[in-house]
């Protein structure tokens, strides 16, 4: 895909750990697109309750979601948004919000292989403890979905690869 693509709004999504900060920043590079972290877009109360090991709610996910879909509505160039968007009525939800196609990419791993991802990231605010409750909530994408769906079990330079090439060929 070009830098110069047409417009397009693409969510990286999977459970905490799953690397959707990191493939991010180095897809964007690649496709001269924009990345935002969805944990930014987080109000204050969400950051402290997953802080805690709190699991969020659907009550405490919904305004979040809303934000991710409307910064998707009119992207300038690529937009590519990481979100976990782990329930399909979430992925819905910012597709409705976002007006327009969303093409989503799972980003996804064994349980084993995100839980020691997650034991060795230092500085972020999800503790390992709520690996169980993300897992118990994901929910894999269709077919009907418009969704890529990559295996993370591999270099990042491999799997960034894997996915411009996948983009190319999935109309947005």
Known sequence: MAPHSARRGIVLMGVAGCGKSAIGAALATRLGATYVDGDDLHPPENIARMSRGEPLTDD???????????????????????????????RDHIRNEAGAPVT?????????????????????????????????????????????????????????????????????
């Open 104 to 172: 989503f990419v799972h980003l996804s791993g064994t349980k084993v292989l995100i839980t020691a991802r997650m034991g060795a990231r230092a500085g972020h605010f999800m503790p390992v403890s709520l690996i169980e409750s993300q897992f118990a909530a994901l929910e894999p994408p269709t077919t009907d979905e418009n969704v890529i769906t990559v295996d993370i079990d591999q270099p990042l330079e491999v799997l960034v690869d894997e996915i411009a090439v996948k983009l190319e060929e999935t109309p947005s």
């Open 60 to 90: 405490d996910r919904w305004p979040w979601l809303t934000l991710v879909g409307r910064r998707l509505a009119a992207p300038d160039g690529v937009l590519i948004i990481g979100c976990s968007a782990l329930k399909r009525r979430y």
